[in-house]
């Protein structure tokens, strides 16, 4: 009895902790279009492109307002964080291998962006998210942008996805399961179909490399190295190449990994 009231509430605190996330930023983007509309000067039109072009500065808010909110939950619930953030102490090598599992998983998502943008059902989808891809128009948006992308999502989608989320998944489950999970949970958080299938598949290696390394900083550098790859190798791959592409993917994450298995406790 006591181990399925254990499973219960280990499911529970994972998908509420998933589900909160959404809430504070629909929240944070509707309170941001309320204080326009109540400025009363801008269209429906142009506060649509206010909220998407500042939709990164829009994240910074989010990310550190959900931090906080979770750091509460934590503190009511009497648990010390450190329960799910782990940061043991590494050597030097484990950061490069991380980096250079995601040059390998960047290459292999780049060659099924290509293979995937004649299919229908992916179209919509890469076209959706086109529409709402934020302009940069000074070096303060490509500055936050950097910031945004580079630093907080990383850090901050590594606290929820691999610590928290993972952390109570871990409790109840085997942690191949656990790392399963998370990273379905991960994929989905991104909301667009092509993009929910590649951040699945990225959320198992980190998933691996954070398990291993006990680390959170080591599962940061890859999902920041990762995010830094992305408009360089998405649309530059030839087609003809693609199995070559994709092998190559394979053996440098798989070597990567190998890498922080062998070499982590």
């Known amino acids: 009895m006591k181990s399925a009231v254990k499973r219960v509430k280990g499911i529970f605190l994972a998908l509420m902790y998933a589900v909160l996330y959404p809430i504070i930023r629909f929240v944070t983007y509707f309170m941001y279009i309320l204080y326009l509309k109540l400025g009363g000067r801008l269209s429906a039109t142009e506060i649509e492109k206010s909220a998407n072009d500042n939709s990164f500065a829009l994240s910074i808010i989010i990310a550190i307002v959900t931090m906080w909110i979770y ?26 291998m991380s980096a250079v599992a995601a040059l390998g998983t960047r290459l292999i998502v780049a060659v099924y962006y290509n293979l995937i943008q004649n299919i229908e059902v992916f179209q919509k989808s890469i076209i959706e998210s ?22 907080v ?31 379905i949970i991960f994929g989905v958080s991104h909301g667009f179909l092509f993009q929910s299938v590649f951040a699945a598949f990225m959320g198992i290696f980190v998933g691996i490399i954070y398990h291993r390394t ?25 087609i003809s190449g693609s199995v070559i592409f994709t092998l190559i993917g394979i053996v440098v994450t798989g070597l990567a990994l190998f890498y922080i298995y062998s070499n982590t406790d």
């Open 214 to 238: 006990k680390n959170i900083l080591a599962a940061a550098v890859c999902h920041g190295v990762f995010n830094f790859t992305s408009p360089l190798m998405l649309e530059n791959l030839a």
């Open 153 to 183: 999502a990383p850090l901050f989608e590594e606290f929820l996805f691999r610590g928290l989320i993972m952390g109570e998944l871990k409790k109840i489950m085997r942690p191949w399961a656990a790392i399963l999970i998370q990273a």
């Open 130 to 151: 086109a529409v709402v891809e934020p302009r940069l128009y000074s070096r303060m948006d490509f500055a936050i942008a950097f910031f945004s992308v580079l630093i």
């Open 71 to 96: 750091l509460m939950i934590c503190k009511l619930r009497k648990k010390d964080i450190s329960e799910y953030i782990h940061t043991k102490k590494v050597p030097l090598m484990i950061f490069i």
